[in-house]
């Protein structure tokens, strides 16, 4: 049981290059979510994911797109990178605990765009 | 707006001293809250949530509905307490809004 799995764990883009960061979880959970991590900011929600087939914008969406592939696939992409994205980027996915929901991470992929 | 807020940025404390982690929330409805942990070269993970009224690892943290206040507290801290916190508020089913985080210092 790996949790929550991302790739890659670092990459270096130069500005305007795209990349899809890739996030994958074994819990069957329904829900999964893209955070980027800077410091002073604490987590910000990109985007989420309910259930399969669906996606919904979070705080801080422009710049970004994902595709729930399936129940266990989640997958964010820059399109044209830019210096303002260098961050740390962190997939999660949530089921339920009782009545309380609670979210599992990944170990985090840290992108510099240069 | 749903908002989370750690007004500290660090705190640093001597091993055996007490430890209190400020969160305040703001949510006009029935708040679920959470404290994640991020210990150096860990993923973050789930430390207690409102709603079990639990203590893990010595910390406990009580929802106070009033002073919208949900802040963490440990009577005596160890070395290996030094970590990330995140106070984070269950706003819509399953959206999540974290705080800006505390980095805790336990210093030997």
């Known amino acids: 049981n790996a949790g929550v799995t991302q790739t890659p764990k670092f990459q270096v883009l130069k500005t305007g290059q795209s990349m899809t960061l890739q996030c994958a979880q074994d819990?069957?959970?329904?829900?999964m979510y893209w955070y980027r991590q800077d410091p002073g900011m604490g987590l910000r929600l990109i985007y989420y994911?309910?259930?399969?087939?669906?996606?919904d914008k979070g705080e801080v969406p422009n710049g970004y797109n994902v595709s729930r592939l399936n129940k266990r696939e989640f997958s964010l992409r820059l399109e044209s990178a830019a210096p303002s994205q260098t961050s740390v980027y962190f997939c999660?996915?949530?089921?339920?605990?009782?009545?309380?929901?609670?979210?599992?991470f990944g170990p985090g992929t840290r992108l510099t765009v240069t | 707006a749903q908002r989370v807020t750690q007004p500290e940025k660090l705190l640093s404390v001597f091993k055996g001293a007490p430890v209190e982690l400020k969160c305040n929330y703001s949510?006009?409805?029935?708040?679920?809250l959470f404290w994640y942990v991020q210990y150096s070269r860990q993923r973050l993970q789930l430390l207690l949530r409102?709603?079990s009224r639990e203590s893990i690892k010595g910390f406990t943290a009580d929802l106070n509905k009033g002073e919208t206040s949900f802040h963490l507290k440990k009577p005596f801290a160890q070395e290996e307490d030094s970590a990330m916190y995140y106070c984070?508020?269950?706003?819509?089913?399953?959206?999540?809004?974290f705080g800006s985080g505390t980095k805790l210092n336990v210093k030997p």
């Open positions: 999660a996915s949530s089921g339920t605990s009782g009545r309380s929901y609670e979210q599992y």
């Open positions: 409102h709603i």
């Open positions: 994911s309910a259930s399969e087939g669906t996606t």
């Open positions: 949510y006009s409805g029935s708040p679920e």
């Open positions: 819990m069957n959970h329904n829900s």
């Open positions: 984070a508020l269950n706003y819509n089913f399953n959206k999540f809004y």
